[in-house]
């Protein structure tokens, strides 16, 4: 690896709690840490290019979004590639779900209203809300965070970060859903088999809205404010949380200031989406690039001072995350400097 990789002759090293804001401890070394020569075992750095990974229910319109990663806390990410409208209405009675639009137009319908999102939205639907999407046209590609505990915007302060006001999108009732015929409405809970209620009509055939409170909404990543702390750069700040901690969500795109130092992040997976250019970051360079470093596995991480830009987010859960299979056989190892292929890994 280049010097520049090795980040000088005496590199800082940071071991810390609680993400950006516990204990922390700094040393130098004449290493550069994040260096390995290869790994064995569930608990290494691993990234995937969406556009490789093929969905269920890109092909199979019954199907559910494909799993990519799960864990004891039940944190869970899925990535969906829906070429069809859903034939039934999903009640998740587990988890509060965030989707992000990687690519196309969704025409989500709930029982609280519809909403259309475009790339780059996070679209948020609380647990035991009911509902369905579908591409507005050919395709589209989402990945979904599942959340046991309530996630809510949580900003630094009120104003900044987010304009609420302008930036927020709720749901609106759509009064052209009929009545219909008979739906299933599927329950996904834990379990592998899943609970299927037959409804006698459409249960997101709505009336009237009376409450002034619309718990579906969405937020685009790109009017969320970049924070950092200039000349020499900072943690990003986060937009969204669960109410428990477990999960905090960050926009990761270019912004000025120096590199991370290399450090240990001792209570936080990090999953990081890279969305787009123009720029590269370090080594992503395909829209729909996810990252995954484990907690406690040394990292350095790409510079964000991109100048011609790119567009990423965080995810940092204190959910011990576990690829599954099918995501293990569509990813690759990563090696943790600037979140190349690990040279381990065959050149495809
Ligand atoms: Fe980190």
């Not at 799960?70 to 009640?91: A, F, I, N």
């Amino acid at each position: 690896m280049s010097d520049d990789l090795h980040g000088g002759e005496h590199p800082v090293q940071l071991w810390t709690r609680d993400g950006f804001q516990g204990a922390a401890s700094v040393v130098t070394r004449s290493t550069y840490g994040p260096d390995y020569l290869s790994v064995e075992g569930p608990h290494a750095p691993r990234r995937a290019v969406l556009d490789r990974l093929t969905p269920a229910d890109q092909h199979d319109a019954e199907a559910f979004p494909t799993t990519v990663a799960t864990s004891r806390l039940g944190v869970k990410l899925v990535v969906s590639g829906r070429r069809k409208p859903m034939p039934y209405v999903l009640r998740n009675v587990e988890a509060d779900e965030m989707h992000f639009i990687q690519s196309g137009t969704v025409k989500f319908e709930t029982e609280v209203g519809s909403l259309t999102a475009v790339e780059g939205d996070f679209v948020c639907i609380p647990r035991a809300i009911a509902y369905r999407y579908a591409p507005t046209g050919d395709s589209m590609c989402s990945i979904i965070v599942e959340s046991p505990s309530a996630l809510k915007l949580a900003p630094p302060s009120p104003i900044g970060l987010l304009n609420v006001a302008r930036d927020v999108k709720y749901a609106e009732i759509d009064p052209a859903i009929p009545v219909g015929g008979p739906t299933r409405l599927v329950l996904k809970g834990f379990d592998t088999e899943n609970t299927v209620f037959s409804m006698p009509h459409d249960p997101l055939s709505l009336g009237v809205r009376l409450s002034t409170s619309v718990p579906v909404w969405k937020l685009n990543l790109a009017n969320i404010q970049l924070h950092t702390y200039l000349p020499n750069g900072g943690p990003p700040s986060q937009f969204l949380s669960s109410s428990t901690g477990d999960i905090l969500m960050f926009n990761l795109s270019a912004r000025l200031g120096e590199r991370p130092p290399v450090h240990i992040n001792a209570d936080f997976d990090e999953v990081i989406c890279y969305v787009r250019g123009p720029g590269v970051w370090g080594g992503c360079s395909e829209p729909g690039t996810l990252t995954w470093v484990p907690k406690g596995v040394i990292h350095h991480g790409p510079s964000e001072n991109v100048p011609e830009g790119y567009q990423a987010w965080l995810m940092e859960t204190r959910a011990t995350l576990r690829w599954t299979p099918e995501a293990i056989a569509a990813s690759e190892l990563m090696e943790t400097g600037e979140y190349r292929p690990h040279p381990s890994v065959n050149k495809r």
